[in-house]
């Protein structure tokens, strides 16, 4: 049992540093592309309700 929390506290620390070094650049990455494709997905929506 308490391994199992060891392992789950370690899990947790390396997900935390793995959040503080790519972070910022996957926020930046995940806005940079919804903006694009959010755009592409209206004009198709938009086309398919002209339809």
Known sequence: MIA???VLIALFFCLFA???LWG???????EARSGK???EMLQIIE????K
């Open 4 to 6: 199992f929390f060891l």
């Open 18 to 20: 793995f959040s503080l």
């Open 24 to 30: 910022n650049r996957i926020i930046e990455g995940i």
């Open 37 to 39: 494709e959010a755009d």
């Open 47 to 50: 086309a398919k309700m002209k």
